[in-house]
């Protein structure tokens, strides 16, 4: 049995956790105000999910989620995700994160960021430009005609061919952006950012993306 850990118990934190123990994965989600505070979200969630510490989320995860802001990324334990996939759901809100100059500049992208301060963990982007409430409510079934299609990005084959199953798993089509260079392509005020769309139609937005405004 898979478990997820979980950083981040917001609102795309909490849905990916409804939709994991929905198709039979155990989760253990962290925030940054203690495992207490989770009680009744984890309640909610039901026995395959508990709370803990970003330590113990990240310790326990076969496979660990990411989803706090850009700005709180140097607060991720370093060790205990070592060797392991991390899906990174950030977006760059200057508004909220200040300003970043690389950004801006569009000589890096958030997940390259986040790879960065994890070094050697398999970062790959995932889950960023979906409405949360959308996470548990437009999955369908392999197949379905027009499919809604998420993004993944990601230097490690093996961390994107994960996403793209777990994509599946709850009811998604995959896009692969290709290396997290290329993330950029599904960040904010880009055209894939937040629409729905099936497969052909996000490569088409990715496609006619810009780096920069």
């Known amino acids: 049995m898979t478990t997820l850990g979980i950083i981040g118990a917001g609102h795309i934190g909490s849905q990916i956790a409804r939709v ?22 984890v309640a909610d969630l039901g026995p395959r999910a508990k709370a803990g510490t970003a330590v113990e989320a990240g310790e326990a995860g076969d496979a660990v989620v990411v989803t706090v802001p850009l700005r709180a990324i140097d607060q991720i334990p370093v060790e205990p995700l070592a060797g392991k996939i991390v899906l990174d759901t950030n977006n760059y809100y200057f508004e909220r994160d200040g300003r970043i100059e690389a950004l801006d500049k569009g000589e890096t992208t958030t997940s390259e960021i986040v790879q960065r301060h994890l070094p050697t963990s398999r970062v790959v982007k995932a889950f960023n430009h979906i409405f949360a409430a959308d996470i548990t409510s437009d999955g369908a079934p392999a197949g379905s005609e027009n499919r809604r299609a998420l993004a993944v990005a990601g230097d490690d084959a093996e961390a994107v061919a994960f996403v793209t199953r777990f994509y599946d798993e709850i009811g998604f089509d995959a896009v692969n952006v290709g290396p997290l ?10 055209p894939a950012y937040v629409v729905r769309q099936n497969a052909d139609e996000l490569r088409a937005n990715l496609a006619i993306a810009n780096r920069l405004p």
Not at 20 to 41: F, M, Q
Not at 181 to 190: A, C, I, L, N, T
């Open 20 to 41: 994991a123990v929905a198709h039979g994965y155990d989760v253990v989600i962290a925030n940054s105000r203690g495992p207490e505070t989770l009680a009744d979200l």
């Open 181 to 190: 260079s290329e993330s950029w392509r599904v960040e904010r005020d880009r």
